[in-house]
């Protein structure tokens, strides 16, 4: 008789299931098309509006994290003209996009080049890319998480936005700004534009034979 509650199978069992893997950043500029265009635009239109807000406030009368959840506040109002219902606030407060069966986040990068969080086994679970509802009830727990980050200067400047996909604990890989194409111009199996099928070979130039 077979013993279904063996060692092996009982690891298998408790072994913590994970998300959608993306394997590459072409895989999710593919897969969200426009939306990652949008994100920037966002960005850079909260940027503006915080630097022009933010100086009617003397820096000596601002209170810690006034400048961060100001920024923030501003990023999820920009992203909101895009994105309306797709906006969400899940649990403990937290602002997530989901969009095209992506979870995205919102974070400051530190110097390790991860976003700035508190270690808790929320955030282990969100940089583990585990299975299960992290932000809300409703949500689709297999959905893969994607991090939209940027950087604070030493003089105060919100500047270098970019994707991150965080699985093991670490970065996997990255979307630069300037690395968005065009939907018709991203192909999953290599540089060649699915609209055009093949690649593109120059012309042999011909070489007229003088007269006899």
């Keep these: 008789m077979n013993n279904n509650f063996s060692p092996t199978n009982i690891g298998i069992l408790n ?4 998300r959608k893997r993306i394997i590459s950043s072409k895989e999710c500029q593919f897969d969200m098309k426009d939306a990652l265009q949008h994100i920037f635009s966002a960005f850079h239109e909260a940027v503006k509006l915080y630097n022009l807000e933010i100086g009617m406030t003397n820096p000596q009368d601002r209170i810690r994290g006034l400048e961060a959840s100001y920024f923030n506040s501003k990023l999820m109002q920009c992203l909101r003209s895009y994105f309306e219902t797709h906006l969400k606030r899940g649990k403990y407060g937290r602002m997530f996009l989901y969009e095209n069966g992506y979870i995205v986040l919102f974070k400051k ?3 390790d080049g991860k976003p700035m969080n508190i ?3 929320l955030m282990d679970a969100i ?3 585990l299975m299960g509802n992290l932000f809300d009830n409703e949500e689709d727990g297999s959905s893969p998480i994607i991090f939209f980050g940027y950087t604070k200067t ?3 400047e919100i500047v270098h936005p970019r994707i991150l996909y965080i699985d093991e604990n670490s970065v996997k890989w990255t979307i630069e700004e300037n690395e968005i ?3 018709n111009e991203i192909n999953l199996f290599g540089n060649i534009s699915p609209s055009l099928g093949h690649a593109t070979v120059k012309p042999e130039l011909k070489i007229k034979k003088k007269a006899e």
Excluded: C, D
């Design 181 to 183: 194409a065009p939907i």
């Design 15 to 18: 072994e913590k299931r994970k």
């Design 154 to 156: 030493k003089l105060g």
């Design 109 to 111: 990068i530190g110097k």
């Design 127 to 129: 940089e583990n890319q």
């Design 119 to 121: 270690r808790t086994k």
